[in-house]
């Protein structure tokens, strides 16, 4: 369960960043404020976490991955 919890926030930690810095990348163009890219960066952060959760029923079980076992790389001995 750890394993999955370090993953699961590592994947959200860096969707969070990501969207942030792309949306204060073209804020100028956009018109949001800093403020207002941070919150709407969460909006795509919390869907990380969905998928993640998601992850642990379709993929393997101690891991953020929807790829099924049968076909991740990171199964195979």
Sequence with gaps: MT???VDLAER???TYLE???GLLLVG???GLSSVQ???IAAVPAG???IKGALGVFIGRA???ALLPTR???ASRP
Aim: glycine share 4%; hydrophobic share 60%; charged share 10%.
């Design 62 to 64: 101690d891991t953020a």
């Design 28 to 30: 100028g163009v956009t």
């Design 37 to 39: 890219s941070a919150a």
């Design 3 to 5: 394993k999955l919890l």
């Design 12 to 14: 959200t930690a860096a």
């Design 71 to 73: 076909i991740d790389p």
């Design 19 to 21: 969207a942030v810095i």
């Design 47 to 49: 869907l990380a976490v």
